[in-house]
């Protein structure tokens, strides 16, 4: 959306009085030669181009329109024959020309409506605009508003999500770099129709913390850079995070930078500047040196890429008229015509196919059976590795249970798909939504390797890499054990030692070393065959090399508390910094960052994204199933198979009776709670999966009325995990800072039963569920403390950093209770 200078002419009106050219011109040009009469159209559609490419709207309509006088005169009164190739090629011309006219007219007189209402350039800078797409209204800002916006005020933060793909430049706001956050979407990879779940899945680890925390920016703008192609995904982007956000209110409307990226460079090449890679580890240490190794070795980058999760596309013809430089006639002197790129265009549907994928993965067995304790090394000498393996070699690393045998194994069922956030009480409109997730049938426990069949990826993983992710795990132990208090103590009682307000990665640590079906996974026996090495979108196997050791020690009976310190810099460098700078931290967020890490480790999909356009109503069971069928395709991880649920939403238009149904994953329940002074959890559950009308500025964009619409939108369970974690929503962020609910929660230990929020044709059963941990909160969220009540074989005790005691279930509830976490009985 060009940045268009300010017109120069008093109104639209005088405007159409300058562009005419005198009757008599006009027709001594038309009755010229037809060679002529081309070049002279020919010409005048070139200078209108470059008279638009230099954001000079006034110049270039007249230009089109003179063209388009001169020519629709010369086919009036010339004898010249249609099939006459300079007829036709004046013929496109003024096609062309009167094309381009109708969509930049409207454009004209919107600068003329701003000018108006403005008082000089600096004031018609900071005026935000609309542009209209595809019957709708965006809003438009140009680069000066932005930097004067900035300028003006310390306190703002914008988020700038640039969809270029990788140039060797970006916006860089050097003033405050803290102020304007950068975030690369590729616009290829995201099709128009995602909802920001979606995107949020489909992000390094490194950058999801920009979009999970959108809603502290004070503007969030898309750029491109200003093609026709970038439209289709600016107009993408501000739908997934508008229309089809649920969970995170956004503090006003999605903006579109007018002129892209090439407007910002023009008008501010001081804030331009290449891109930055993030160093692979902060600490400079042997360990350090054995990621770099191994990366090399397995010739993995450092450099995130996106995963296509773009339907196939079929091809399309041309959405403008072929330009003169594609038509042959025998004129050398004929200039080429650079086709325009600055016009809105429509965009078309796209079709999708995607064939069912099958279901040739397997994972090490998860069954819920507590392994037996491992052994460590008996004293806390250094043990600091080296790149010697003679010296790695001379440590007895443990390991929870014994190598898995032939008589073990068991052919694979399904996998259960990953799930983005379940929507929130924040309710918007929702349509047919382009859809790339993962997935597969139900399933309660991991299932184990059957090498009876044909090797997957996962089984084919080399020697080179199991050697060197057993290397890192060993480095890992070796740092973690020498720093750490020993002593004798009942298996998984150790307490984790809080370094510097870390109280909230500790409670959310010791809720995932008592989650008995993943501690089959994270050790060293079955932590590398479950490895991707080679996806980028995760850590390339560090993060769960690393968790690995902390199960095994956690799990060990030889220490009181851990000190993590390195998993903690392997957390910052490999995952999220900001949430390992040693300030007060939200536990949910890092334990969503931490679970997506090691889905990423272990995720096989082949990120085959696809289009969603579900009905729902009487077709929804079939619909559900193609759903699981093509979300395989997308992500596999045995951390989706245990914590993942399914939700579907199904609008209903309350004029014409339209109806549509979307399809999400989460690795939780958020749960909306009430001001008042307690409440229970069976409350908030009724809240969040009832029925709800959609009006006002929520209104549905119904795809039959063609315009926005009342509705009714019902959410419900389409498939429940083994592990549920449920989310109580204390805090808020309301006047630049996080607001805490401090309401009393009630909730069960055991017998949760969600069948009734299930929905009515899933195929899908669940048992009641058992609680199993709770993390609490107390104080504020930037001077509080997290604790974490677990239940360990039977045993219901407080973990407080290092410290571990026991306590009493009867007082679970309170209003410090914050994340549950219950396990299916069955």
Known sequence: MPEWKRPQTESFAVFKGLREMPPEMIDGAARRSPIDVLKTVTKMELNARESLARFDLENGLIFYWRATTIGMKFMEISKVLKTDERYKRIFDIVKNCLNDSEKLNPVLESLYVRSSNTNGENDAARVICLIRLHNKDYELISPRSIVQALRSSKELKYLLIDIRESSGEQVRYEPNENALTILNLPRKNFPTGLTISNFIKALPSQD??????ITEYDMVIAMGRETDDDRESLVGIVTALDTYNYSQKLQRDVCIMEGG??????LYPPYVSGVKRKPTCVDNDDLSELISIFRKKASISDRSVYPDISPSKPPRESLTPHSPKSRSIGDPSLPDVPSITSIPLSIPTVPTSFQPIPDTKSYPRLDGVIPPEPSLPPTSSSLSPSSSSSHLSSIVYPTTIPPPSNNQIVPPPHSTPRIPNIPGRELKPQSQVARAAAGGSTVSLIPSFDRSVKPSPRQAMTPQHRDGLIDLYKAVISSTSSASTRGGTKSGFTGLHNNGNTCFMNATLQALFHTNIVRRLFTQENFPPACNVSNKMGTNGVMIAAISALFDLMWSGQFQALRITRFISLFSSEVNSTLADGRQHDAHEFQTFLLDALHEDTNFGARRGFEQNYKGGDKIAVEGQDFETRNKGFADSPIQTVFYLQTVSELGCLTCGETSATFEE?????????????????????????????????CWNCPKCRTAKPAKRTTKLWRLPPVLVIHLKRFSYQGGGYVKNQIDVSFPLN???LRQYLHPSSPHRSNPYQLYSVTNHTGTLSSGHYTSITNVDGIW????DESISNYDPRHISSSGSYILFYKNSS
């Open 797 to 800: 005790v407080k973990c407080d």
């Open 208 to 213: 999801k913390h920009k979009l999970l925390r």
């Open 666 to 698: 989460s690795s939780c329940i958020s749960l909306e709670l009430p001001s008042s002074s307690s409440t229970a959890l069976s409350s908030s559950l009724n809240n969040h999966f009832s029925q709800v009308i959609l009006n006002g500025g929520e």
């Open 261 to 266: 990226f090439n407007a910002w460079k023009t």
């Open 751 to 753: 017998d949760l039963d």
